[in-house]
């Protein structure tokens, strides 16, 4: 133990105090306590964002509205993103803009354009990035009280139409409604 200590004399104080920390055995007590402080977070499993955007697609097809569906995490990233055969070309980007607006606000996107609508001031929301996009069609994904992501669908001819084929999308996953509030 007097050579081990000896050794790590040329290590400065830092590497002196690692050494003594691993050889007492306090090495993992220190990287848990900084492992606990971590936060804990629930994350949306794939099947589940597969899952709510085929049964977004579904909802919206036996309409005959030709949508894209996406579904992003959290923090606004892809997750699944599915279009339906002869889906215009732009509900690919326009579903994810939803999507990810709706998780990033935590707010059902149709909400939020009646609140820009409502109050001109806030129009600037409209620009906090490019990935914003602040029409219907898009819905936070909750599940036991918790936001884990959102779901947003692009292509039905009308934004209640992409709302309502979204909630189609989180009742198949037993996500909480989050339909806009009604006008």
């Not at 220190?30 to 606990?36: E, F, G, N, P, T």
């Not at 602040?134 to 669908?153: K, N, T």
Request: aromatic share 2%.
């Amino acid at each position: 133990m007097a050579e081990t200590i000896q050794s790590l004399r040329g290590m400065g104080c830092v590497g002196m105090m690692a050494g003594i920390l691993f050889l007492a055995g306090g090495w993992p007590l220190a990287a848990s306590a900084a492992a606990d402080e971590l936060p804990k977070e629930a994350v949306l499993p794939a099947a589940l964002a597969g899952k709510a955007a085929q049964a977004a697609l579904d909802f919206c097809k036996k309409d005959g509205y030709r949508v894209s569906a996406s579904v992003v995490d959290r923090a606004g990233i892809l997750r699944a993103m599915m279009r339906a055969d002869g889906a215009g070309p732009h509900t690919v980007d326009s579903s994810r803009k939803k999507a990810y607006t709706a998780a990033s606000l935590r707010r059902a996107t149709s909400d939020l354009a009646d609140m820009i609508a409502k109050q001109p001031a806030l129009q600037a929301l409209r620009e906090m990035n490019e990935s914003i996009l602040m029409v219907g069609g898009g819905l936070p994904i909750e599940i036991a009280g918790e936001v884990v992501g959102a779901i947003g669908v692009g292509g039905a001819p009308g934004t209640h139409l992409d709302d309502a084929c979204a909630e189609a999308g989180l009742d198949a996953i037993g996500a909480a409604s989050k339909m806009p509030t009604a006008k």
